[in-house]
C-alpha cells in the first residue's frame, strides 16, 4: 500500500533519522548490493509529496546499488541495513541531500524524508 509522507512542525534534524515502520525478514541490504526500492519522497515540514516510484506504477521500483554514489547519499545510507519486506522513514538533512542545490521542485537547502520499501536485494 503505498505510503504517505509525514509532516512536522519539529525542528528539522540535523543528521539523518533512519526510523523503521516495518522491519523485514528477508535479506539484508548492505554495501555492494543491489537493492530494488519503492519510494515516496516529501518535503519535512510539510509532508508535500515531489516525487514518488509509485506513480509509475506499483510494480515499479529504483535500483539502487549501495555504495555506488547513484542517489544523494542519504537516500543511500537510510536503505542499508534494511531487510527485504521492511519500511523505512528517512529524514534527510539538506547536506545528505542536495544541499545548496535546487533541484527541479525542490529548493536549495530542503530537509527531505522518504518513506523506502524494500522489494528485493541481489
Given at each position: 500500500?503505498?505510503?504517505?509522507?509525514?509532516?512536522?512542525?519539529?525542528?528539522?534534524?540535523?543528521?539523518?533519522?533512519?526510523?523503521?515502520?516495518?522491519?523485514?525478514?528477508?535479506?539484508?541490504?548492505?554495501?555492494?548490493?543491489?537493492?530494488?526500492?519503492?519510494?515516496?519522497?516529501?518535503?519535512?515540514?510539510?509532508?508535500?509529496?515531489?516525487?514518488?516510484?509509485?506513480?509509475?506504477?506499483?510494480?515499479?521500483?529504483?535500483?539502487?546499488?549501495?555504495?555506488?554514489?547513484?542517489?544523494?547519499?542519504?537516500?543511500?545510507?537510510?536503505?542499508?541495513?534494511?531487510?527485504?519486506?521492511?519500511?523505512?522513514?528517512?529524514?534527510?538533512?539538506?547536506?545528505l541531500?542536495?544541499?545548496?542545490?535546487?533541484?527541479?521542485?525542490?529548493?536549495?537547502?530542503?530537509?527531505?524524508?522518504?518513506?523506502?520499501?524494500?522489494?528485493?536485494?541481489?
Amino acid at each position: 500500500m503505498r505510503p504517505e509522507v509525514p509532516a512536522s512542525d519539529a525542528p528539522a534534524p540535523t543528521e539523518l533519522v533512519v526510523e523503521d515502520v516495518v522491519v523485514g525478514d528477508g535479506a539484508e541490504a548492505t554495501e555492494g548490493a543491489a537493492a530494488q526500492v519503492k519510494y515516496v519522497g516529501g518535503f519535512y515540514e510539510s509532508g508535500e509529496e515531489f516525487d514518488a516510484s509509485w506513480d509509475r506504477g506499483e510494480d515499479e521500483t529504483l535500483p539502487v546499488t549501495l555504495g555506488a554514489g547513484q542517489v544523494i547519499p542519504g537516500f543511500e545510507q537510510g536503505i542499508e541495513g534494511m531487510q527485504v519486506g521492511g519500511r523505512r522513514v528517512v529524514t534527510i538533512p539538506s547536506e545528505l541531500g542536495y544541499g545548496d542545490q535546487a533541484r527541479g521542485p525542490i529548493p536549495a537547502g530542503s530537509t527531505l524524508v522518504f518513506v523506502l520499501d524494500l522489494v528485493s536485494v541481489d
